[in-house]
């Protein structure tokens, strides 16, 4: 709210015409936090069952350790997505954001989610080699909010960033509620999407596999 009420996103008038700049910034604050709870949830629940020592039942489950994370994935977007029309309802009465649910918002949106959490696990893999890097997950998180154009960042960041499925997300979101041509945006979502979910399951198992030859899974 304090973005919002200090007028940061006006600059987004510039690439998106004369749009209402509050909805632009508030869109890209809303799928920050979708992005952010694809790594968290991943990451709390495997430093939670390594602290109980329950760590090796997930490696020796009947299901992929991807499948089961993937599980935790989609409850804690169902758990956001109360929290995101709950804020969305807040902008509405307090601030007039005008609230806009189409399907057509949902496929960036989905899209960005699944890339995310591929994100999520290479970092979950991570997680489990080097144990504590709560700090390291904050840090990741914030960073997002400030090089991702959720909030209006420089070109030359942006163009760094744009291999994070984050930042093509609130491009094509922004797009979609302004009325531009966003065909080409989202095709780059969906194969940088996939790119990310084959390096998170690459990644994770690769820690997984250092972190059993370094006995690593002995000591939390």
């Known amino acids: 709210m304090f973005f919002i009420g200090s007028n940061t996103g006006s600059s987004f008038n510039k690439t998106y015409g004369n749009v209402d700049s509050r909805q632009l910034l508030f869109a890209g604050y809303i799928m920050w936090t979708i992005s952010i709870a694809a790594i968290s949830s991943l990451t709390v629940v495997i430093s939670k069952e390594a602290k109980n020592g329950t760590l090796q039942v997930l490696f ?3 299901y992929p350790l991807e ?8 409850s804690s977007q169902m758990i956001h997505s109360v929290i995101i ?8 009465f307090l601030v007039n954001i005008p609230i806009v649910i189409t399907p057509e918002l949902l496929i960036p949106i989905i899209f960005c989610g699944l890339g995310m959490f591929g994100m999520g696990l290479f970092l979950t893999g991570m997680s489990i080699f080097f144990k504590r890097i709560g700090a ?7 960073s997002l909010l400030f090089v991702t154009d959720t ?4 070109q030359g960041i942006k163009n760094i960033s744009k291999f994070i499925p984050l930042t093509i997300a609130n491009d094509v979101v922004r797009k979609i509620l302004s009325n531009i041509s966003y065909s080409q945006e989202l095709i780059n979502l969906i194969i940088l999407s996939a790119i990310w979910i084959l390096v998170g399951i690459i990644g994770l198992r690769f820690f997984i596999n250092r972190a059993k030859e370094k006995g ?3 000591f939390y």
């Open 60 to 62: 020796h489950s009947k």
């Open 136 to 142: 390291v997950i904050l840090l990741v998180q914030l």
């Open 85 to 92: 029309i709950i804020l969305s309802s807040i902008a509405y």
């Open 151 to 154: 909030i209006p960042t420089a």
């Open 67 to 74: 499948i089961i994370l993937f599980g935790e994935f989609l």
């Open 216 to 218: 690593n899974l002995f």
